[in-house]
């Protein structure tokens, strides 16, 4: 069944590694020639979003905007890779409610580490002030509470993190059966 499409939904903190894993997915994904289409929040946010702020409204019209599009792409076939951290749970169910071929994957680190990583400097700048409305620092992060697949990534490695999404998808009759299970 390789011509069904589905969202891929990764959530999480800043620098929890959404965009990380998902570069390892998106990879093994083209590599076997499957449609795949990623709508990373970083980008969406200067094109699609722009002008959107980080109040509840404004983050909510952003997963909104966000989930509209992939719902799109996704019921034509194509496997759609969001990278968001989109804290609010309402908001992502109301997203999974609309596309139905959806799966939210919980990018889980303690806040402790995501900060240790600092991967943009996001956090020493929230922490001095210089940033408001961070999420983890000043802005609420509500997690998954039954993501259908979730991703330690303080305690496994990138490629463990993507295969575990990986073997999801092919259980669930998304990707053409043996595509992801003959890496070496
Ligand atoms: P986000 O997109 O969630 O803001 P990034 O992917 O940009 O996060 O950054 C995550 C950081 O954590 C990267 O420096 C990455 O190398 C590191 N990392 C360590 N282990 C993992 C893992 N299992 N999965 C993803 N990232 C990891």
Redesign the pocket.
Known sequence: MSDRGVTVW?T?????????????IEQELRARGLKVEVL??DIVRQNLTKGLGFSKADRDENIRRIGFVAHLLSRNGVIVLV?A?SPYRNIRDEVRQKIQDFVEVY?N?PLS??EA?D??GLYKKARAGEIKQFTGIDDPYEPPINPEVE????????????MKVLDYLEQLGYLPTNSVTSRA
């Open positions: 990764f999480g903190l800043s620098g929890a590694g959404k965009t990380t894993i998902r570069m390892v990373d929040g990278s951290i990018v680190a580490v995501c990583r991967v943009k991703c330690h990534t303080d305690q496994e490695s990138p490629e463990e993190s993507a």
